[in-house]
T-cell receptor, first 114, second 112 residues
Framework: AQSVAQPEDQVNVAEGNPLTVKCTYS??????LFWYVQYPNRGLQFLLK??????LVKGSYGFEAEFNKSQTSFHLKKPSALVSDSALYFC????????????FGSGTQLTVLP | DADVTQTPRNRITKTGKRIMLECSQT?????MYWYRQDPGLGLQLIYY???????NKGEISDGYSVSRQAQAKFSLSLESAIPNQTALYFC???????????FGPGTRLTVL
């Protein structure tokens, strides 16, 4: 079975400071990993994904995520937060070998304070 | 994403009523999905379809049914709505096993 955990329901950060949104996963094989963002009254938008290759993945809007196999983590990061980054962020995983669909985490509400 | 549309965007209905939510896409993707979103629970998969003849139950299919009328259309039905089906419902599409999914704007359903 596959699972994903986002240990923080809420993350607050000051504008201009670096931000991190945490994600850990569990799969029996190798993972596909994704980050999505949801703005109010909107559907989810794709930010970035890890399939294979370089552990540091760069995505939209200046976000990046680092795949860490030993810690089974895929934390989302941005060097300098903007107020407009305030949104709900979802991590998702699919076990390459055994699963046909994604499992999403419960989401982390990011608030960037001016 | 305007390539994935959902109708209606908002719906209020009563317990026991039948309701259909519709999803259309112009992305040409074979794979389509229905999710529901509840606060604090993230997204839960209801049904997914990898092509017109391949429809599969997700984590929470009880009380729901689907129809894949064409490659571009995937409908979700609640045969007899109940209040705990009040949620935000999303349709999504993807092209292949790389699984980047593209979401519609959502339908907010309230069952009284």
């Amino acid at each position: 079975a596959q699972s994903v955990a986002q240990p923080e329901d809420q993350v607050n950060v000051a504008e201009g400071n670096p931000l991190t949104v945490k994600c850990t996963y569990s799969v029996s094989g190798n993972p596909y990993l994704f980050w999505y963002v949801q703005y109010p009254n909107r559907g989810l938008q794709f930010l970035l994904k890890y399939i294979t290759g370089d552990n540091l993945v760069k995505g939209s809007y200046g976000f990046e995520a680092e795949f860490n196999k030993s810690q089974t983590s895929f934390h989302l990061k941005k060097p300098s937060a903007l107020v407009s980054d305030s949104a709900l962020y979802f991590c998702a995983v699919r076990d390459m070998g055994s699963a046909r669909q994604l499992t999403f985490g419960s989401g982390t509400q990011l608030t960037v304070l001016p | 994403d305007a390539d994935v549309t959902q109708t209606p965007r908002n719906r209020i209905t009563k317990t026991g009523k039948r309701i259909m939510l519709e999803c259309s896409q112009t992305k040409g993707h074979d794979r389509m999905y229905w999710y529901r979103q509840d606060p604090g629970l993230g997204l839960q998969l209801i049904y997914y379809s990898f092509d017109v003849k391949d429809i599969n139950k997700g984590e929470i299919s009880d009380g729901y049914s689907v129809s894949r009328q064409a490659q571009a259309k995937f409908s979700l039905s609640l045969e007899s709505a109940i209040p705990n089906q009040t949620a935000l419902y999303f349709c999504a599409t993807s092209e292949n096993r790389a699984d980047t999914q593209y979401f519609g704007p959502g339908t907010r359903l309230t069952v009284l």
